[in-house]
Nanobody
Framework: QVQLVESGGGLVQAGGSLRLSCAASGRTFSSKTMGWFRQAPGKQREFVATITWSGGITYYADSVKGRFTISRDNAKNTVYLQMNSLKPEDTAVYYC????????????????WGQGTQVTVSS
């Protein structure tokens, strides 16, 4: 079993940056592909980024490509999301999740989720 705790959210002006962290407990973290999703008010939870267990392969939603960077430190059981050039439309609750099987862009492919961290970008 994996437990996930996100942190690092907050209020930032458009064009600013934030780094989210997701601390994981559980022996299997280092072997798991991890993902970040987000959910804005009144909208479906959507895929943001994913990273393989080794960190060798990453994949991003088109809406964040070139602005966000996902990374991980398996020694610290932590996955990160560096968010630059933030826009008001990035405002959402951000969740990290542990991939089980299937498409990495589909939320049903993930089995464990954190509680989320709020990111608010003001214009």
């Amino acid at each position: 079993q994996v437990q996930l705790v996100e942190s690092g959210g907050g209020l930032v002006q458009a064009g600013g940056s934030l780094r989210l962290s997701c601390a994981a407990s559980g022996r299997t973290f280092s072997s798991k592909t991890m993902g970040w999703f987000r959910q804005a008010p009144g909208k479906q939870r959507e895929f943001v980024a994913t990273i393989t267990w080794s960190g060798g392969i990453t994949y991003y939603a088109d809406s964040v490509k070139g602005r966000f960077t996902i990374s991980r430190d398996n020694a610290k059981n932590t996955v990160y999301l560096q968010m630059n050039s933030l826009k008001p439309e990035d405002t959402a609750v951000y969740y990290c999740a542990s991939h089980r099987s299937g498409s990495v862009m589909t939320k049903s492919s993930y089995d464990y989720w954190g509680q989320g961290t709020q990111v608010t970008v003001s214009s």
